[in-house]
């Protein structure tokens, strides 16, 4: 590898063990993420984080994405394993392909395809989470490699992958985006590229597109619907999954962390595991300890309002509300951290300081609206990530 280059993440998927109840036998994949940097070498990850036995991998290819299920003839590329077309990934674990030469723009919709010849239960623990786009799954066979794959059926998920990485400029960085269903743009509109991670990448290739100002840096968006600071749900908690999903990614050199709403909300009512803010807080400080250890920066982002909530009835409190605003007061004021992304100011009702604008709020007093969305990315100061 050119010494004067190393890999970022240019793309991301938190590994989660899947809800969807779907299980696969001699079934190919076909997903399409949007990078945000662009290169002329790419590699990808594949995660078995959470499958129960190891995952066998038939074939794999990669592609830029065309239309549907179809790709651009001219960039289909196999994708191998240490010279292999097929892999095993050990449970638990991941793998990463061999690097291949294509060249990918900035903000470039990808094609990849994993054929699974095996069969895989749902009480596989199959690694996937929702995608809030649209990916394919083919019928029986291994469609791999073909330019327009035939199609079994959709899914709105992420299965198996879970990271694309770019060779780029030593002075290239990347920031990790660690969040909840906020982070991951659940509600937002399908295929519409709405999440403000996704925005903040439009915004940084804009200012790094004539290379005269600002560094250049890949976005992984790692949102986990229901994360929680300090407790697992859906997954493992933030602090739990930071050294894996922050520290671990390629090239990252800045982290913007936006997690606390669901330890607030403790969806299931367990009285062991309602917070205070002090308890979050030092989770919180936990996790910038961590990062600037490691020499990367740590973003606190406030946690928005959700007073009138109704996704989860009775969510919301007086109580609860003060723990926010206390944490909010930490990450604004302490110091501990890098710098803030202040998304409580971006959409909060002045007029009701506990509720978002409603032009912000998608209708449950909890998850943004698409404009929301892209609202907190452009309330992200680009000077932060320099």
Not at 40 to 65: E, F, K, M, Q
Not at 137 to 165: C, L, Q, R
Request: hydrophobic share 40%.
């Amino acid at each position: 590898m050119n010494m004067d280059r190393h890999w970022v993440g240019t793309w991301a998927a938190a590994p989660a063990p899947s809800e969807a109840g779907v299980g696969f036998n001699n079934h190919t994949l076909r997903m399409n993420p949007r990078i945000s940097i662009g290169g002329d070498t790419v590699r990808v990850r594949v995660s078995n984080a959470y499958g129960v036995g190891p995952l066998a991998i038939g074939a794999a290819s990669l592609g830029i994405r065309d239309e549907g299920p179809a790709i651009q003839p001219s960039s289909a590329r196999t994708l191998t394993f240490g010279g292999d077309e097929s892999a095993t990934v050990a449970t638990g674990s991941f793998v990463i392909s061999d690097p291949i030469a294509l060249d990918v723009a900035p903000l470039a919709d990808l094609a990849i395809s994993i054929y699974l010849p095996g069969e895989i239960p749902p009480t596989f623990q199959i690694t996937g989470r929702y995608a809030r786009q649209t990916n394919y799954i083919s019928p029986p066979g291994n469609f791999s490699a073909d330019t327009n794959m035939p199609v079994g059926k959709i899914t709105d998920e992420w299965f198996f992958v879970s990271g694309v990485d770019v060779l780029a400029s030593q002075e290239t960085g990347g920031v990790v985006a660690l969040g909840d269903s906020l982070t991951d743009a659940n509600i937002s509109t399908h295929d519409s590229y709405n999440r403000w991670p996704d925005q903040l990448a439009r915004r940084l290739i804009t200012r790094s597109g004539g290379r005269t100002e600002g560094r250049a840096l890949g976005v992984m968006n790692q949102g986990l619907g229901g994360n929680r600071i300090l407790h697992d749900l859906r997954g493992d908690s933030g602090v739990r999954r930071f050294d894996r999903d922050v520290l671990a990614q390629p090239g990252v050199t800045h982290a913007i962390v936006m997690l606390g709403t669901n330890d607030l909300r403790n969806r299931h009512a367990r009285p062991g595991e309602e917070v205070t803010a002090a308890r979050m807080i030092a989770g919180l400080n936990q996790m910038a300890m961590r990062a600037q250890t490691r020499g990367i920066k740590l973003i606190g982002a406030t946690l928005t309002p959700f007073g009138n909530e109704t996704y989860l009835s009775g969510a919301w409190n007086p109580e609860r509300e003060e723990h926010r605003i206390a944490v909010n007061a930490w990450i604004r004021d302490s110091g501990a951290l890098d710098g803030v992304a202040d998304f409580d100011a971006a959409l909060r009702d002045p007029e009701r300081p506990t509720q978002m604008l409603p032009i912000f709020d998608c209708g449950d007093g909890l998850h943004p609206s698409d404009l929301g969305y892209r609202k907190m990315g452009d309330a992200i100061d680009l000077t932060l990530l320099d």
